[in-house]
C-alpha cells in the first residue's frame, strides 16, 4: 500500500469512530469528564491526520535543487588581477 491508500485508511477508521463517539455521546450524555475526554481526543486524531497528510503531501514531491549554467568561455582575467598566488609557489620556481 502507499502512504496515500494507508492516510485513506486511517481517515475512514477516524470517520467511524467520530459516528460511534456521536452514538456514545446520545447515549451517555455529552456532560460526562469521560465523554468529553474522548470526544477531544478523536478531536486531536483528527487534525494531527490531517497534518499528517499534508506532510506526506509535500514530502511525495521532492524539490529539485535549480540547475546553473556553467559557461564554456573563459573567465574575465581582470576579475583575477587582486589576488595573489598564495599556494602555487613563486612564479618563476616549479612546484616540488
Known amino acids: 500500500m502507499s502512504v496515500q491508500d494507508d492516510l485513506t485508511t486511517v481517515q475512514r477508521c477516524l470517520d467511524d469512530l467520530a459516528r460511534s463517539v456521536?452514538?456514545?455521546?446520545?447515549?451517555?450524555?455529552?456532560?460526562?469528564?469521560?465523554?468529553?475526554?474522548?470526544?477531544?481526543?478523536a478531536t486531536h486524531l483528527r487534525e494531527s491526520v490531517a497534518l499528517l497528510r499534508e506532510a506526506a503531501?509535500?514530502?511525495?514531491?521532492?524539490?529539485?535543487?535549480?540547475?546553473?549554467?556553467?559557461?564554456?568561455?573563459?573567465?574575465?582575467?581582470?576579475?583575477w588581477i587582486d589576488t595573489d598566488d598564495e599556494g602555487l609557489g613563486a612564479r618563476d620556481r616549479r612546484a616540488p
Open 22 to 41: 456521536g452514538r456514545l455521546e446520545q447515549q451517555l450524555g455529552s456532560g460526562g469528564l469521560e465523554m468529553r475526554r474522548v470526544r477531544t481526543d
Open 57 to 79: 503531501a509535500t514530502s511525495a514531491s521532492p524539490k529539485r535543487p535549480e540547475l546553473v549554467t556553467i559557461p564554456d568561455t573563459p573567465y574575465d582575467d581582470s576579475l
